[in-house]
């Protein structure tokens, strides 16, 4: 995913002039200097995942109203909230603002619909006599990007329970960025698992083609 991608190569140029910047959270690039290159990254990635959701339920790998691509579209619906309200910028307002709450929202429904979708996505094939190897990797990547969130659920639960805010609980930073890189990998096998499907679709229909030829 391309802007995957342009993610990755902002935080990687950002971290080699900053190293402390990785404790941070990767939305905090939305309130910097560098927020075109950030939104860039996000709507290139947003963008992609709908037209992996587009080409699966043209292949018949989904139905239009299943979990799954329901799941897909929440994490695309979220990405955009990502970009469209920016993080709230805590050192000029100290109490959570409506924009900032949506940001929340967007992020946290993101996070959590990628790897519900691609779990979702890929348990129907696993026993598939065309599709099952390519199910079972993407159905294990999308059991550890659910491993990447359990930190943050700690984070919330101790939060709730305990003395520390949550977001104090864990290097939020640290964390978010394992999580988006077990989801980004998850989300790019499914990528590769639709694409597949689009060649093999191709292929059949060369193949119809050049029989039908031979026929006449």
Not at 109 to 129: K, M
Request: contains cysteine; aromatic residues 8%.
């Amino acid at each position: 995913m391309l802007g995957a991608l342009v993610v990755l190569v902002l935080d990687l140029y950002t971290a080699l002039q900053t190293p402390s910047h990785l404790r941070r959270t990767i939305s905090e690039y939305g309130l910097g200097a560098q927020q075109w290159v950030f939104s860039i990254g996000v709507v290139l990635l947003a963008f992609g995942s709908a037209l992996t959701l587009a080409a699966a339920l043209r292949h018949r790998l989904t139905r239009p109203t299943s979990a799954a691509s329901i799941c897909l579209t929440l994490w695309t619906v979220g990405l955009v909230a990502v970009v469209a309200v920016p993080k709230q910028d805590w050192s000029n307002d100290a109490s959570l603002s409506v924009g900032g709450t949506i940001h929340r929202l967007g992020a946290a429904v993101a996070f959590v619909s990628i790897p519900v979708a691609v779990f979702l996505f890929s348990r129907p094939w696993i026993r598939d006599a065309v599709w099952a190897a390519r199910a079972r990797i993407t159905l294990g990547l999308s059991m550890l990007s659910v491993v990447t969130l359990l930190p943050i659920v700690y984070a919330l639960v101790a939060g709730a329970t305990g003395p520390r805010p949550w977001y104090r609980v864990v290097t939020l930073g640290y964390v978010e960025r394992v999580l988006v890189v077990a989801e980004v990998i998850a989300l790019i096998s499914l990528a590769l698992w639709v694409w597949a499907a689009e060649r093999r679709s191709v292929h059949a229909v060369e193949s119809q083609k050049i029989k039908a030829s031979q026929r006449v």
